[in-house]
């Protein structure tokens, strides 16, 4: 299967920025697209960014024009620029990927989830 392992996130005060990486491990697979998603305490899991192979890029109406996502396709890698950071910005972020991937010489789809970094964002 196809591994998922984020860092970047921490403390930071509001108005500050951080940089979330993700990078996905694994063998014989392809990513179609990755992005963040974040839980705060009490509320449901929502889409921070998401961006495609091809680049095209999904932002949460809450996060647009202060947060950049970015990917390394030969890295398998995806980044996350957060700027101007608000204390309601706090939450653990996820990563998500979803693509393709080989296993008995077939091809299948598969959705896999990082272990979560928690962001804090002080007055």
């Known amino acids: 299967q196809v591994q998922l392992v984020e860092s970047g996130g921490g403390l930071v005060q509001a108005g500050g920025s951080l940089r979330l990486s993700c990078a996905a491990t694994g063998s014989a697979f392809s990513i179609n697209s990755m992005g963040w998603y974040r839980q705060a305490p009490g509320k449901q899991r929502e889409l921070v960014a998401a961006?495609?192979?091809?680049?095209?890029?999904n932002y949460g109406d809450s996060v647009k024009d202060r947060f950049t996502i970015s990917r390394d396709n030969a890295k398998n890698t995806v980044y996350l620029q957060m700027n101007s950071l608000k204390p309601e910005d706090t939450a653990v972020y996820y990563c998500?990927?979803?693509?393709?991937?080989?296993?008995?010489?077939?091809?299948?789809?598969?959705?896999?989830w990082g272990q979560g970094t928690q962001v804090t964002v002080s007055l």
């Open positions: 998500n990927a979803e693509g393709r991937y080989l296993r008995d010489y077939r091809w299948g789809d598969f959705g896999s």
């Open positions: 961006i495609t192979s091809g680049g095209r890029t």
